[in-house]
Nanobody
Framework: QVQLVESGGGSVQPGASLRLSCAASGGTFSAYTLGWFRQAPGQEREFVATISRLGGNTAYADSVKGRFTISRDNTKNTVALQMNILEPEDTAVYYC????????????????????WGQGTQVTVSS
């Protein structure tokens, strides 16, 4: 199983940008579909974005579409989430996750289909 470590969270004002990064080790990075999920206090973990093994396919939650961009670098074993025009509703702990499931929208947007998770990084958007 691949191990994942997130970084880049913080506290920002509405309208600001943040870039989250996730570094992977211990597996064949390009064999994994990668995803970002988030969990706000008292809420279930929800899908944010996902990217296929070679980066050719991406998908986003409607709430972040047009504001967030997921990318990966298979030479550096990293995946990133660029978050622009942040809103208070984006406040949550953000998790990087990996799955060996092949690309299928119903699968790669479902948290329970991911077998490896990072420890999470807090993002707080507040004025």
């Amino acid at each position: 199983q691949v191990q994942l470590v997130e970084s880049g969270g913080g506290s920002v004002q509405p309208g600001a940008s943040l870039r989250l990064s996730c570094a992977a080790s211990g597996g064949t990075f390009s064999a994994y579909t990668l995803g970002w999920f988030r969990q706000a206090p008292g809420q279930e973990r929800e899908f944010v974005a996902t990217i296929s093994r070679l980066g050719g396919n991406t998908a986003y939650a409607d709430s972040v579409k047009g504001r967030f961009t997921i990318s990966r670098d298979n030479t550096k074993n990293t995946v990133a989430l660029q978050m622009n025009i942040l809103e208070p509703e984006d406040t949550a702990v953000y998790y990087c996750a990996a799955t060996r499931h092949i690309w299928h929208i119903a699968t790669v947007t479902t948290p329970t289909k991911y077998g490896s998770w990072g420890q999470g990084t807090q993002v707080t958007v507040s004025s």
